[in-house]
């Protein structure tokens, strides 16, 4: 059974960075694409950043620029470096096997860009 569990969001102010993490279980990360995903309220969930199995990465571009995508293997664990905050950023954020979902989502983080 696949578990994942999204940590690191929290209240940052406009301009601010952030570091989540996502850490699996029941599957071996390396062996998937990987990917962040948001879901703002009212809107529906959308791609942030992913990862293929090879290290080719993909990003919205919203985000380009700004966020970065990376795994660790060793920790069977996947992180997205968010720089330059904007308020436009708030939203929980998952993270899911990529381009489709591994059929279930863990409960997500928030994050919240607020002066």
């Known amino acids: 059974q696949v578990q994942l569990a999204e940590s690191g969001g929290d209240l940052v102010q406009p301009g601010g960075s952030l570091r989540l993490s996502c850490t699996a279980s029941?599957?071996?990360?390396?062996?998937?694409?990987m990917g962040w995903y948001r879901q703002a309220p009212g809107k529906q969930r959308e791609l942030v950043a992913a990862?293929?199995?090879?290290?080719?990465?993909v990003s919205a571009d919203s985000v380009k620029g700004r966020f970065t995508i990376s795994r660790d293997n060793a920790k069977n664990s996947l992180y997205l470096q968010m720089n330059s905050l904007k308020p436009e950023d708030t939203a929980v954020y998952y993270c899911?096997?990529?381009?489709?979902?591994?059929?279930?989502w863990g409960q997500g983080t928030q994050v919240t860009v607020s002066s």
């Open positions: 899911n096997s990529y381009p489709h979902d591994f059929g279930s």
């Open positions: 029941g599957i071996i990360v390396s062996m998937y694409a």
């Open positions: 990862v293929t199995r090879i290290g080719t990465t």
